[in-house]
């Protein structure tokens, strides 16, 4: 007999088999046809949440006809029930589930950076697949298709590859911290946070769409340049750059009138510098992004701290729905 060990499963290595096998279930394969009369057809991931299935909007936002497939390898048509571009997230319909789903919950605790999170998906159209890692970084604000970022974004170093897009992203009580959209390297990936998720998908169950707060500026958050430029005294908060026409900012915000060259480098001043919203400190341009997304909606009125001309002061601003923006 050789001397080798056999290796013995800890009791991490257990939390994670545990996990995977109370959510698995609850996650499916996502096929769609006739995105662009494209084939073969494309492939996502989705999750179940009381009793809808929630995936991105750019998996199944073109689609003629889609097919999902559970764990237990039969196939279901799907029908989309909402979606929203400016978020990434849709709502599909599904006539009848396996006797094994159960759903997720969509976490309530903010996610923490060093957190374990488990990706579960399908990726390269590897079906009930699993990834492990932690939180890299929480309120990340991304670009997105519409012009507008997408908000309160979280950074995961678990492997993200295609066909991932949509599945969740949970922590080791199973609860969906997310909804995977994107990766950007082997140790780099993104997730649409539950608290955005949370906001969104009941709307788009009951109106399939959701109205997002617009507030219309453009903006630059205040690094040391811009503040010495505009002599502030700390480099934070944001710069107003621009503020759109008809907007619920215009004529109660003020744009960047003018450009100084520090350093060699044209940097826009005499403009409002946002410091807080409703008494909530707005240190930078994702905090911008996530009070609006997160704590606001349109009718709202919010009272907007600002310095300017050196001195602070509150103005009014009364937020209106974003409008309409043509597909990409």
Do not use: C, K
């Amino acid at each position: 007999m050789l001397g080798i060990a056999l290796p013995v499963a800890s009791a991490e290595d257990d939390r994670y088999v545990d996990v995977y096998e109370e959510t698995i279930d609850d996650v499916v394969l996502v096929s769609v046809a006739g995105v662009d009369d494209a084939e073969p057809a494309g492939l996502g991931s989705g999750f179940v949440v009381d009793g809808y299935v929630v995936t991105n909007e750019h998996v199944v936002g073109d689609a003629d006809e889609i097919e999902l497939q559970f764990r237990d390898e039969q196939w279901r048509t799907g029908s989309v029930l909402g979606t929203d571009v400016h978020s990434d997230l849709a709502v599909l319909e599904v006539e009848d589930f396996p006797d094994a789903v159960d759903g997720f919950s969509l976490a309530d605790d903010e996610p923490e950076i060093g957190q374990e999170v488990l990706a579960l998906g399908n990726p390269l159209g590897l079906d009930a697949s699993v990834s492990r890692g932690i939180i890299s970084g929480v309120d990340r604000s991304l670009p997105s298709p519409t012009g507008f970022s997408i908000p309160a974004a979280i950074q995961t170093d678990a492997p993200v590859d295609p066909g991932n897009s949509g599945g969740p992203l949970v922590d080791l009580d199973g609860d969906a911290l997310g909804i995977v959209f994107a990766g950007a390297g082997r140790t780099v990936g993104f997730a649409i946070s539950a608290r955005l998720a949370d906001r969104v998908v009941p709307a788009l169950v009951e109106d399939g769409e959701y109205q997002h707060a617009y507030m219309g500026v453009g903006v630059e958050p205040v690094g040391p340049l811009i503040a010495d430029a505009n002599d502030l005294e700390e480099p934070r908060g944001v710069l107003i750059v621009d503020v759109a026409s008809d907007a619920p900012a215009a004529d109660v915000l003020e744009p960047a009138a003018d450009v100084s060259i520090v350093d060699g480098v044209p940097i826009p001043v005499d403009g409002d510098v946002v410091v807080a919203i409703d008494d909530e400190e707005i240190p930078n341009q994702e905090q911008l992004s996530s009070y609006l997304a997160l704590e606001t909606s349109p009718g709202d009125e919010i009272d907007v701290e600002v310095v300017r001309d050196g001195e602070r002061e509150t103005v009014g601003v009364t937020l209106e729905e974003r409008p309409d923006v043509e597909a990409p």
